[in-house]
């Protein structure tokens, strides 16, 4: 059985920094996209980021841009997202995804899409402070 387990959520103060972990068992996804949403109470999930299956490209919301960074570890079945300068409209519960396809990276734009991809965490809590 596959599942995304994300970790690494919290209560931080505006400006401090977090990095969340999602990690997969049940299937490799070293061959394949994966990618970050959250969605804040009220709001509809929105995209945060995305990376290429090999990690060489790499795409983010405009409203994260130079504050979060993306990455991951193929050998430990690993995504990561690395937040920095944290504001309280980065409140949020964010969510790990995973293509399920061997995709070539068309555009960032393309895993922007929530269809994109098939398998989903549960969820871990960001909550920034004013």
């Known amino acids: 059985q596959v599942s995304l387990v994300e970790s690494g959520g919290g209560l931080v103060q505006a400006g401090g920094s977090l990095r969340l972990s999602c990690a997969a068992s049940?299937?490799?996804?070293?061959?394949?996209?994966r990618a970050w949403f959250r969605q804040a109470p009220g709001k509809e999930r929105e995209f945060v980021a995305a990376?290429?299956?090999?990690?060489?490209?790499?795409y983010y919301a405009d409203s994260v841009k130079g504050r979060f960074t993306i990455s991951r570890d193929n050998a430990e079945n690993t995504v990561y997202l690395q937040m920095n300068s944290l504001t309280p409209e980065d409140t949020a519960v964010y969510y790990c995804?995973?293509?399920?396809?061997?995709?070539?990276?068309?555009?960032?734009?393309?895993?922007?899409?929530?269809?994109?991809?098939?398998?989903w965490g549960q969820g871990t809590q960001v909550t920034v402070s004013s």
């Open positions: 995804a995973a293509d399920s396809h061997p995709r070539p990276w068309y555009s960032g734009s393309y895993y922007s899409r929530g269809d994109v991809y098939e398998y």
């Open positions: 990376i290429s299956r090999s990690g060489d490209s790499t």
């Open positions: 049940g299937r490799t996804f070293s061959s394949y996209a």
